[in-house]
């Protein structure tokens, strides 16, 4: 991977990691208040105002195919939730639209461009932004030299970001000459997400954001998405805890073996019988 490519993501994401996050566990009973069953559907894209379009995609890594005919769109400012059993290829789909896995096939649009093929550091000049699930902070880096590595194609650093990203993770200011590998896992994906927003992407990729943090931790971070979903910014996001991501998202995937399997609002995913047994521990 080039230093540009490291640069714009934090870490060298370039094997497949699907297997390694944590699903729900399939023993677990169902909280109280759960919606009624109801049928999920399995039309994968929406209409005209897609900022993002996934069609018929193959990727995967080297010779190695994960995802087969995957469709996938994201609006405008919705919120897109991406769930599935362990190997279903939900990082694998990160890694596609941001050029980190060999494109076998298929097209990816954002904003009416392919940019299938193009390397991270274009793409994150297209309007997007990725976190990784792992190794996203550069650990020897203070915290503002972090944020500051999000804006590395700028002329300049520019500060009113620098601020607003502050203002939107006030624990990091407090921390901002302390080196990013001695903070906690909560206050490292603050920073890894402060670092991608300092270019004000259109579409903001998450991989995984609540893994590995404290359970106390994981509404905190929950509720600090939607707010930079409802600022503007369209999310797409693969989260281990499914049925906390379905319900606060606009839409999920449900992927499977590297396939579109089911698509729909998150709370008709939530509800629907065959999604909650199969995918959602009941």
């Given at each position: 991977m080039s230093d540009d490519e490291t640069a714009a993501t934090g870490t060298d994401p370039t094997e497949p990691d699907d297997a390694e996050s944590a699903e729900p566990d399939p023993t677990a009973a169902p909280s109280d208040g759960e919606p009624t069953a109801t049928s999920a559907g399995t039309a994968h894209t929406v209409d005209d105002d897609a900022i993002l379009r996934l069609r018929d995609v193959d990727a995967g890594y080297g010779d190695l195919?994960?995802?087969?005919?995957?469709?996938?769109?994201?609006?405008?400012?919705?919120?897109?939730?991406?769930?599935?059993?362990?190997?279903?290829?939900?990082?694998?789909?990160?890694?596609?639209?941001?050029?980190?896995?060999?494109?076998?096939?298929?097209?990816?649009?954002?904003?009416?461009?392919?940019?299938?093929?193009?390397?991270?550091?274009?793409?994150?000049?297209?309007?997007?932004?990725?976190?990784?699930q792992t190794d996203n902070v550069f650990p020897g880096l203070s915290v503002r030299e972090n944020l500051e590595m999000g804006a590395y194609i700028l002329d300049s650093v520019p500060e009113d970001q620098i601020e607003a990203i502050y203002d939107r993770f006030p624990i990091l200011r407090e921390r901002s000459d302390q080196k990013a590998g001695t903070l906690s896992g909560?206050?490292?994906?603050?920073?890894?997400?402060?670092?991608?927003?300092?270019?004000?992407?259109?579409?903001?990729?998450?991989?995984?954001?609540?893994?590995?943090?404290?359970?106390?931790?994981?509404?905190?971070?929950?509720?600090?998405?939607?707010?930079?979903?409802?600022?503007?910014?369209?999310?797409?996001?693969?989260?281990?805890?499914?049925?906390?991501?379905?319900?606060?998202c606009d839409r999920g995937y449900v992927l499977v073996n590297g396939e579109n399997r089911y698509t729909d609002a998150g709370d008709v995913l939530l509800a629907d019988d065959d999604v909650r047994q199969d995918f959602l521990g009941g």
């Amino acid at each position: 991977m080039s230093d540009d490519e490291t640069a714009a993501t934090g870490t060298d994401p370039t094997e497949p990691d699907d297997a390694e996050s944590a699903e729900p566990d399939p023993t677990a009973a169902p909280s109280d208040g759960e919606p009624t069953a109801t049928s999920a559907g399995t039309a994968h894209t929406v209409d005209d105002d897609a900022i993002l379009r996934l069609r018929d995609v193959d990727a995967g890594y080297g010779d190695l195919q994960i995802l087969s005919d995957v469709d996938l769109d994201v609006a405008n400012g919705e919120y897109v939730t991406v769930v599935g059993p362990n190997g279903a290829g939900k990082s694998t789909v990160m890694k596609t639209v941001f050029g980190l896995t060999t494109h076998m096939g298929g097209t990816v649009e954002f904003q009416g461009e392919q940019i299938q093929g193009l390397p991270p550091e274009q793409i994150i000049r297209e309007g997007i932004g990725f976190v990784p699930q792992t190794d996203n902070v550069f650990p020897g880096l203070s915290v503002r030299e972090n944020l500051e590595m999000g804006a590395y194609i700028l002329d300049s650093v520019p500060e009113d970001q620098i601020e607003a990203i502050y203002d939107r993770f006030p624990i990091l200011r407090e921390r901002s000459d302390q080196k990013a590998g001695t903070l906690s896992g909560g206050q490292r994906q603050m920073v890894a997400m402060g670092r991608a927003l300092m270019l004000d992407p259109d579409l903001l990729l998450l991989d995984e954001p609540s893994a590995g943090l404290a359970p106390d931790l994981v509404s905190d971070m929950f509720d600090r998405i939607d707010r930079i979903n409802e600022s503007g910014t369209a999310i797409l996001m693969v989260e281990q805890n499914a049925k906390e991501a379905l319900r606060r998202c606009d839409r999920g995937y449900v992927l499977v073996n590297g396939e579109n399997r089911y698509t729909d609002a998150g709370d008709v995913l939530l509800a629907d019988d065959d999604v909650r047994q199969d995918f959602l521990g009941g």
